[in-house]
């Protein structure tokens, strides 16, 4: 896919992943529909694009209906329909289940699961008169290596992976590409919440601006999925065919960090 003109709604827009996708986005000639809760965020997004003029900023909560409907509605009276939906927003919450609280769960589930598979829901009749029809819904390498002290973050990745799967031969008959993207962690301001756990368990960061440069290309190449080079990859194949070796790897690293 040529991205030049192509409409494209982005969620988590205002901040992290979800802004520098913007940028390279709009760097590329995309029409953009941005989304987020945070204004001020989106406008500083609005604002640090190529082409701001090619952008409209959606306020809203996209775990409410009327906050999705208003953006499908931007969307069609600003620029005549969809092409590109991304499924960027995410919250991610960190420590043991057992000290986890409701809210923070039924947050991570809302966000990062539930509203994915609602947006497709409700844009899916405006989506598929594209003639480029395309979902991306980005995950993350925790939704293929389950990590201790993210098991609700991990969850619901593994959901969006499952979500993403059922999705593409679901919606293949009426030629729309669902592209799942998995990237590492980025150096946002969301790695806050667990940077004390980043040499311990040996994570490895990118930088937003490489994760923003591969879900664009993924896009572009109509990608069955993404993810990162590097000894990851070698990992989800261990934990596809030998998990008990990964298991033991992560567990090594949890036992060294109560250490």
Do not use: W
Not at 109 to 119: C, F, G, S, T
Not at 218 to 242: D, K, N, T
Request: proline share 5%; charged share 20%; glycine share 8%.
């Amino acid at each position: 896919m040529i991205i030049d003109g192509k409409i494209i709604i982005v969620t988590g827009a205002g901040s992290g992943i979800g802004r520098t996708l913007s940028r390279v986005l709009s760097a590329r000639g995309a029409k953009l529909i941005l989304a987020d809760l945070n204004e001020a965020g989106l406008t500083e997004t609005k604002d640090s694009l190529a082409y701001p003029e090619a952008a409209v900023n959606a306020v809203g909560d996209i775990t409410i209906a009327a906050s999705r409907a208003a953006i499908h509605d931007l969307a069609v009276s600003t620029y005549g329909g969809i092409d590109v939906l991304v499924n960027n927003a995410g919250v991610v919450a960190v420590g043991p289940l057992a000290e986890a609280e409701d809210k923070a769960l039924e947050l991570m589930v809302k966000v990062n699961l539930l509203a994915p598979m609602q947006m497709v829901r409700d844009l899916l009749p405006t989506l598929e008169k594209s003639k480029t029809p395309t979902i991306v819904n980005v995950g993350s390498m925790f939704g293929d290596i389950a990590f201790p002290l993210f098991a609700g973050y991990s969850a619901t990745k593994f959901g969006v992976r499952g979500l993403s799967d059922a999705l593409r031969r679901e919606l293949a008959p009426k030629g729309i590409k669902v592209t799942y993207v998995a990237p590492r962690a980025a150096k946002t301001g969301a790695t806050t919440a667990f940077e004390h756990l980043i040499e311990p368990m040996k994570m490895q960061l990118d930088e937003p601006e490489v994760v923003a440069a591969s879900i664009a290309r993924a896009i572009e190449a109509g990608a069955r999925s993404s993810y990162p080079r590097g000894a990851e990859r070698f990992f989800v194949f261990m934990q596809r065919m030998l998990p008990q070796l990964v298991d033991n790897s992560i567990i090594a690293q949890l036992k060294s960090l109560k250490t």
